[in-house]
């Protein structure tokens, strides 16, 4: 599938731009292609009691389910400035969930994939009935 990199960066600046972050002040956009080809997007959303603030991941993932599920195929994720930001942890792992084989994400340090940002991933496989 063709990935067109600037149009994801730009959808995830979009999504920045919708933020919710009065606390940190540090606005989050995430966009991806999924398998079906469509492009989704989510923004962080932050709440008073600060651990319970919601990353710009959290929000895409819920709108993949919301379009009608599938696998991320491209994923790019930006700052307040729109410069590409590196997924959290925790949100690696909420990626890697959902990635489609050979997930690519746009890094720091350039297109690398799934696998590269969480080596070793405890995933679904691990969970299968042997
Ligand atoms: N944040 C994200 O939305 N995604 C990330 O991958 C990194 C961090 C948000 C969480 C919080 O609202 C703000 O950035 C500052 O940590």
Redesign the pocket.
Do not use: K, R, T
């Given at each position: 599938m063709e990935i067109d990199w600037v149009a994801l960066k730009a959808e995830a600046t979009k999504a920045m731009k919708k933020a919710y972050?009065p606390y940190?002040n540090?606005p989050?956009g995430a966009a991806a292609l999924t398998d079906k080809g469509e492009i989704i997007s989510g923004c962080?959303v932050?709440n008073a009691s600060y651990g319970v603030?919601l990353?710009?991941?959290c929000s895409l993932v819920s709108e993949l389910y919301r379009v009608g599920g599938g696998k991320l195929v491209a994923f790019s994720?930006v700052d307040g400035a729109g410069s590409t930001?590196m997924?959290?942890g925790r949100?690696r792992q909420l990626l890697y969930e959902h990635h489609a084989p050979g997930m690519l994400l746009d890094t720091v340090s350039g297109i690398k994939t799934i696998y590269e940002v969480l080596p070793d991933a405890f995933g679904p496989e691990h969970l299968e009935q042997k």
């Open positions: 972050a940190s540090f989050v962080n932050e603030g990353c710009a991941e994720c930001l997924p959290c949100c």
